[in-house]
């Protein structure tokens, strides 16, 4: 018997490593696939890599690599495709998670086992769906799934934070402008205005008074709140507040409504591509789920892991869940019926993209001239509480 060091993903989606006993490799992947575990590294343990730091790549750099790699397997052979995207590659960590890779390989590890070498660089629904497409002989086709699924991660997150940050940077321009009037401009007319011994009209007294709350705690305030949100940052990295937290944003009015959709299309193009990839619908989900980003929805699909084991169907998994969109619902009933679950849980991400699309382009329009109107509502009032005491003067001075 020999021993292998193992690395695997189980139904549950948690990685499992340890030492493994068995006649040969074979024997070895034939005892994990009892366990219905996915093996991500296999390896004789006296040829375990040695550890080193993890890489972590950009989501943009390795879906560019897994193109140009479901490319060049067609029409060389895999190892030299390696050194060859690695001699050429400009993004230093790919260049070197490449060259461990094709270290690997050289070793005579398969490709996944190879990848899995390279600590952080490669996440694990990768490696299972690169090991999927090795047992299935579709390993091009399988590279090519792969690319497109990240490309379409990355773009998806584009437009998320494009969503995002527009709006806030207006925000935070608009705030910077309010500030900087209440907290400097306004305290230099106020001079001239003590200088005239009479009682200033109730609209400036309230804005000089703001003014001076702003001068006075203007720079503690942004002290506190840059601490508040340090701590607050800290706190949602613990499993509990953050699963509060990102079921409290689920139930938000429009915010709820964007989180889930972008959750649920990721969730459904990435299980799609799983499917089409020949990985088990159970395994496939039960990784899935670690890539979802809101704890609440993360959950539910870890839920539905349970439910598909009992026995029941995807479709009524996600009914049971009660927080998917209803369009993802119908349309997996309906692959399922059909016996095309994959192109239709595509379909049904497609969909989702298409209504996050029309949803923040409504939302930005109505966003944008709301603060604009907003900070020229309140620029008129410091402008009014500046002009009405220098009125009020010259009617004096004209009567």
Sequence with gaps: MAAFDYLAIDVDGRERQGLLEAADESDARSRLARK???PLRLAPATAAPRSQRPLRLRTKSLALATRQLATLVGVTPLE???RTMASQSEDKRLREALSRTHAGLV????LSDAMGRVPGAFPPLYRAMVAAGEGAGALPAVLERLAELLERQQALRGKLMTALIYPAALAVTAAAVVGALMG???PKVVEQFESMGRELPLL???VISLSDLVAA???PALVVGAVAGVAGAALL?????RLRFDRWVLRLPLVGRLVRDVNAALMARTLATVVASGLPLMEGLAITARTVGNRALREATEGMVLAIREGGSLSAAMRRAAIFPPTLLQLASSGEDSGRLAPLL?????YLDREFQAFTATLLALLEPAIIVALGGVIAVIVLSILLPILQFNTLVIG
């Design 36 to 38: 219905q575990w996915v």
């Design 80 to 82: 030299e495709a390696l």
């Design 107 to 110: 070793e005579g590890h398969r």
């Design 184 to 186: 400097f401009v306004v």
């Design 204 to 206: 400036t007294r309230v």
């Design 217 to 219: 705690w203007g720079l």
């Design 237 to 241: 990295r613990q499993p509990g507040p």
């Design 346 to 350: 595509d379909r049904a991400a497609d």
